[in-house]
């Protein structure tokens, strides 16, 4: 594939392959394994995307940090024994594309089918995410019915941003949402969310945008075809059980998550489409 000048395709030492964008707009990297995005710096700004330092980069091992695809289920699957946020965020995917538009890069990617365990996924269908860097990051993850039988799934784009200071961050625009926490609920979101404990809240009918005001500035987070998200911090006793996470390092991150799931579960009708896009940029 001809890749434009601003586009490199490496690896890491423990040899998992990754595209590696330097434009006049943005740096960016994403892993073909999990079609994981683990850095996002808009130029003359800071990463929007946090990775632990205890990240290893092993085969067959989702990155801890950047933007982990859930499919085709999030969270715990009501079969326990089956893998936690589905596969397709420890699988190889395929580089499909990558072209410029002005001075964006759009890269590509799908997963083969072929690798999709039939136990898990029985149905016919595609996956593809597509990144738009520029100045905002742009993430669709594309879900198609090539079957003659509708689906439902739950899926997610789990984001990891970072902040100086977890005790000093907060976030604005999920008042007046609905949540679920911890097999609790629903609750009505009050005010603006802030941390002091273990977060894990799972918001249904939420706007569209909020906003997460960090020490070090505003991320603007947006979804489309998306009314759940979810907030995640673990805090000190479920930091110390997580692979690749430093202990104190639940000080310095947070999760907010595109998502489709609960009555937000993604339904796919025979030979149509459904997009969850996500959209993210400092203020
Ligand atoms: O450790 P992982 O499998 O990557 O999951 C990390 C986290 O993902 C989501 O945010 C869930 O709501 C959490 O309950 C879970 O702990």
Known sequence: MQLPNS???????????????????????????????????????????????????????????????????????????????????????????????????????????????????????????????????????????????????TQALHTYFPTPDITQTTVDGLQGAQFIEFDQGPFLQQDVVGFARETDMVYTEAAPEQRIHTPAGTILVGRENSSSCVLWNPWIDKAKRLTNFRDDEYQVMLCLEATNVMQDSATVAPGASHTLTTRLRWL
Request: aromatic share 10%.
């Open 7 to 153: 586009v490199t395709l490496l690896e890491t030492a423990t040899g998992l392959s990754y595209i590696q964008v330097h434009s006049a707009l943005c740096q960016a990297k994403i892993f073909l394994q999990g079609a994981q995005l683990s850095e996002f710096i808009p130029t003359g700004q800071n990463n929007l995307i946090w990775v632990s330092g205890d990240e290893d980069y092993q085969p067959g091992k989702a990155i801890r940090g950047g933007i982990p695809i859930c499919w085709p289920w999030f969270g715990v699957h009501s079969d326990p024994t089956w893998p936690i946020h589905g596969v397709a965020r420890k699988l190889m995917w395929q580089l499909d594309a990558v072209r410029e538009e002005g001075e964006r890069v759009l890269v590509s990617l799908s997963l083969p089918m072929e690798l999709v365990d039939k136990t898990y996924w029985p149905h016919q269908s595609s996956l593809s995410v597509e990144f738009e860097l520029g100045t905002e990051l742009v993430v669709r993850l594309t879900n198609s019915n090539l079957g003659d039988t509708p689906f439902t799934l």
